[in-house]
């Protein structure tokens, strides 16, 4: 298997303009976490799926974020307009399902995300 | 509630010798803790699991962990350590709602 899968690996953009991060989870994954990371605030969960459904999204900064999942394979996350202050590394993370959430994610490579 | 504490930021060992990043819990009932650890410039990859059964959890690259009860803990060992060891290493407890709580870690140099 090719692991969980992000696309672009890096992204820099000018403040205002929009961003989408892609991610395809590993197949047969049921779950699928989006985490930001930065060096103030380290790694944070900003929403999750389960079987295409967000389930929590309480970790979203704010409205100018938005995810989605349309389909097993494939999840976006978009930023609009994006600031400077957005600039952070986005992993995208897969798992089985399990009771009680106990199985391990796997994470994608992340995107580096730079907005000046 | 589950929470860990990783009560070093930074550990430093010398190549060949034991390697051993500690985690206490506070967990109310059983407590299911994993260890990640995360290269430089690369994605986190998981190291093993404790969530019942046996106290000494074998892991990926070497690693082990000992979960201990009456300590709270579950530190992260390696017999010997590789430069290539040298990480930033996170204790994080599974929360039943799927929720992975990451810390700050604890940032791992294996000299050579």
């Known amino acids: 298997d090719a692991g969980v899968i992000q696309s672009p690996r890096h992204e820099v953009t000018e403040m205002g303009q929009e961003v989408t991060l892609r991610c395809k989870p590993i197949s047969g994954h049921d779950y699928l976490f989006w985490y930001r990371q930065t060096m103030m605030r380290g790694l944070e969960l900003l929403i999750y799926?389960?079987?295409?459904?967000?389930?929590?999204d309480s970790g979203m900064p704010e409205d100018r974020f938005s995810a989605k999942m349309p389909n097993a394979s494939f999840s976006t996350l978009k930023i609009q307009p994006s600031e400077p202050r957005d600039s952070a590394v986005y992993f995208c993370a897969s798992s089985l399902p399990s009771s009680g959430g106990r199985n391990e994610q796997f994470f994608g490579p992340g995107t580096r995300l730079t907005v000046l | 509630a589950q929470s860990v504490a990783q009560p070093e930021d930074q550990v430093n060992v010398a190549e060949g010798n034991p390697l051993t990043v500690k985690c206490t819990y506070s967990?109310?009932?059983?407590?299911?803790l994993f260890w990640y650890v995360q290269y430089p410039n690369r994605g986190l990859q998981f190291l093993l699991k404790y969530i019942t059964g046996d106290n000494l959890v074998k892991g990926s690259y070497g690693f082990e962990a000992e979960f201990n009860k009456s300590q709270t803990s579950f530190h992260l060992k390696k017999p010997s350590a590789l430069v290539s060891d040298s990480a930033l290493y996170f204790c994080?407890?599974?929360?039943?709602?799927?929720?992975?709580?990451f810390g700050a870690g604890t940032t791992v140099t294996v000299r050579a």
């Open positions: 799926f389960n079987n295409n459904v967000p389930i929590d």
């Open positions: 967990v109310s009932g059983n407590p299911y």
């Open positions: 994080v407890p599974a929360l039943n709602d799927y929720k992975l709580s």
